[in-house]
């Protein structure tokens, strides 16, 4: 257990550091987003609130921005905090396919965040326009994510 905290926290180390200017670009992002109205796709936009694994009981806060691509293709771009006695901050984008039910968009997609942040990451979950709420899965963590529209 305690090599597996280990390998999370400098992986985190190395994304930060690697993500840099990723981080730059999405504050850049986000402001222009959150000025904008709240897009009538249920699924686009910014999202903020919660991660929390349920593999080792962390949790902290979390930003996403999705974009509409074509044919029911998605991306969401992560921004996540994490503490482990220093805060760090890090990001990531993941490709998502979605596709309208019930009044939400559900949606699934499967990203490769490499092995020091615990290789291949799997997400599925819904968005109603003012919830979103994704599981995601890997070799070494699963948790959920739970965001509303930004206020």
């Not at 504050?27 to 222009?32: P, T």
């Not at 919660?50 to 593999?55: H, N, P």
């Not at 921005?65 to 990001?91: D, E, H, I, M, P």
């Not at 309208?100 to 615990?118: P, Q, V």
Request: proline share 4%; glycine share 10%; aromatic share 16%.
């Amino acid at each position: 257990m305690k090599l597996l905290v280990v390998r999370i926290t400098l992986s985190l180390l190395v994304l930060v550091l690697l993500g840099g200017t990723g981080c730059s670009s999405f504050h850049r992002d986000w402001k222009q987003a959150v000025a904008q109205p709240p897009p009538a796709d249920r699924l686009a936009g910014p999202w903020e609130g919660t991660w929390l694994s349920d593999a080792n009981g962390h949790t902290d806060r979390l930003r996403c921005l999705v974009t509409q691509q074509t044919n029911g293709l998605y991306q969401a771009r992560y921004y996540a905090w994490y503490k482990a006695g220093l805060t760090f901050t890090f990001s990531y984008t993941v490709p998502l396919e979605a596709h309208a039910a019930a009044g939400r968009a559900e949606f699934s997609g499967t990203e490769d965040l490499g092995w020091l942040a615990g290789g291949v990451y799997t997400y599925q979950g819904w968005a109603d326009g003012t919830n979103f709420f994704s599981t995601y899965y890997s070799k070494y963590d699963n948790g959920t994510f739970r965001m509303a529209r930004p206020k």
